[in-house]
């Protein structure tokens, strides 16, 4: 059972360029989320999707979009990266309760 | 707005010295709380989800409580393995604290 499963794990981007995270689950859920973590801040939501075809902004949206393609599978796009998008992106996915989180995405803009 | 403050930052024990993280809330309606354990370099573990004030889990030597403002994480007797960042998040908005980073010495 892979649960919830991120790719690429590490993405080096140079500014202004363009890449999307994928995430993808098998537990049925209908809650899907993208959150960044920097040091000393925790976690922060980007932007959730509580069903398929449903997006709302979370917390910190500025800068990314995202596509919930289907009920598996909720996507990150960063159209122009920035040097301040430099951290650690996680997904989660959400049945009733509690929430189930990736291993991560690394991502570093220069 | 919701928020969801933890404290300390940072706690350093010794082996099998006992002691308490709180994470302190401020949401209209508490649907649920969760605490969750991160190793570094990996996602965040599920621990425990607490609904009502008054309410305990155990895990191992973990032990979480519930008040209408707050909740705290006890650890009891810990040993090194214990060392992680403990989360936790109020189910309403899926807001997080910003976690205690536990490291405990043998």
């Known amino acids: 059972n892979a649960g919830v499963t991120q790719t690429p794990k590490f993405q080096v981007l140079k500014t202004g360029q363009s890449m999307t995270l994928q995430c993808a689950q098998d537990?049925?859920?209908?809650?899907m989320y993208w959150y960044r973590q920097d040091p000393g801040m925790g976690l922060r939501l980007i932007y959730y999707?509580?069903?398929?075809?449903?997006?709302d902004k979370g917390e910190v949206p500025n800068g990314y979009n995202v596509s919930r393609l289907n009920k598996r599978e909720f996507s990150l796009r960063l159209e122009s990266a920035a040097p301040s998008q430099t951290s650690v992106y996680f997904c989660?996915?959400?049945?009733?309760?509690?929430?189930?989180f990736g291993q991560g995405t690394r991502l570093t803009v220069v | 707005e919701d928020q969801v403050t933890q404290s300390p930052e940072a706690l350093r024990l010794q082996e099998g010295e006992s002691s308490s993280l709180n994470c302190s809330y401020t949401?209209?309606?508490?649907?649920?709380l969760f605490w969750y354990r991160q190793d570094p370099g990996k996602g965040p573990e599920f621990l425990f989800t607490?609904?009502?004030a008054g309410e305990e889990k155990e895990k191992e030597r973990l032990k979480a409580t519930l008040t209408k403002k707050e909740s705290f994480l006890h650890i009891t007797a810990p040993k090194p393995e214990d060392s992680a960042t403990y989360l936790c998040?109020?189910?309403?908005?899926?807001?997080f604290g910003a976690g205690t980073r536990l490291t405990v010495k043998p």
């Open positions: 989660a996915s959400q049945g009733n309760t509690e929430a189930f």
């Open positions: 537990m049925n859920h209908n809650s």
């Open positions: 999707s509580a069903s398929e075809g449903t997006t």
């Open positions: 949401v209209s309606g508490l649907r649920g």
């Open positions: 607490l609904y009502s």
């Open positions: 998040a109020v189910q309403n908005d899926m807001r």
